[in-house]
């Protein structure tokens, strides 16, 4: 049973800053691709980083650092969201194979608030 979780939101005022965390784990054989993703209340949910793109209403802003956290910086009341964090299960470099390999898994969320 793979297990995602993310740590570390809460609020902050416009122009503060955020680290979430996302740990997945499960399976020793496995390797977790992490990527992000927000769902603001009544919009759809959205990407917003891994670790070879990010989007453009966050760049500048926000990146994605060597242990997939997701380091979150001039925040705004738009950033306002429930940021979740997607694993894409792989197999080690080396390693046996996976056995969920390309399976993904959604942690449960971890809540931003910006207030203006």
């Known amino acids: 049973q793979v297990q995602v979780a993310e740590s570390g939101g809460g609020s902050v005022q416009t122009g503060g800053s955020l680290r979430l965390s996302c740990q997945a784990s499960?399976?020793?054989?496995?390797?977790?691709?992490v990527s992000w993703y927000r769902q603001a209340p009544g919009k759809e949910r959205e990407f917003v980083s891994d670790?070879?793109?990010?989007?453009d209403f966050v760049k500048g802003r926000f990146f994605i650092s060597p242990d997939n956290s997701l380091m979150l910086n001039i925040l705004k009341p738009e950033d306002t969201a429930v940021y979740y964090c997607?694993?894409?299960?792989?197999?080690?470099?080396?390693?046996?194979?996976?056995?969920?390999?390309?399976?993904?898994?959604w942690g449960q969320g971890t809540q931003v608030t910006v207030s203006s």
């Open positions: 670790k070879r793109r990010i989007a």
């Open positions: 997607r694993a894409v299960a792989s197999s080690r470099i080396g390693g046996i194979k996976c056995s969920v390999r390309g399976y993904e898994y």
């Open positions: 499960g399976y020793a054989d496995c390797a977790f691709d």
